[in-house]
């Protein structure tokens, strides 16, 4: 099976649920990060400095430095994430010569955006939900 999403796209969504979470308090280390999703530190600050130059996140360096929000969760959407960290978030980037096809692969990436415009804020929302209902259950 093909996935869509490749794991850059989904590191830097799980990163920046840590960012969120951590940064409420201070900001959060490259190691914690690392250590608290299993992503390696190199990988991860490939991630970051994309979707620190994207100015999503900020840093700060030092003793207690680390990674921060720099906007919003809400001002963030999953498209913009994935935009910046995959570059071509698309159905397909072949150029098709066949009209029919190639306006239908047209249609369907604009279906696959409006999927995901959602604000990164919504994800948080969801976290909560699901745990309140766990909680519930157990």
Do not use: H
């Not at 960290?85 to 047209?106: G, H, M, R």
């Amino acid at each position: 099976i093909m996935a869509l999403l490749t794991t850059k796209g989904i590191y830097g969504l799980i990163a920046l649920e840590q960012i969120a979470t951590a940064s409420q308090i201070a900001p959060i280390p490259i190691s914690d990060i690392s250590e608290k999703t299993g992503i390696s530190k190199g990988y991860l600050e490939q991630i970051l400095n994309a979707l620190r130059d994207a100015n999503f996140i900020r840093s700060i360096k030092g003793k207690n430095g680390g990674f921060y929000l720099a906007r919003r969760l809400d001002e963030i959407n999953f498209v913009d994430v994935f935009e910046v960290l995959e570059k071509d978030f698309k159905v397909s980037n072949l150029d098709i010569k066949n009209p029919f096809i190639k306006a239908y692969i047209q249609e369907q990436n604009l279906k696959l955006r409006e999927l995901f415009s959602r604000p990164i804020s919504d994800f948080l929302n969801f976290k909560e939900e699901s745990v309140e209902t766990l909680n519930y259950s157990i």
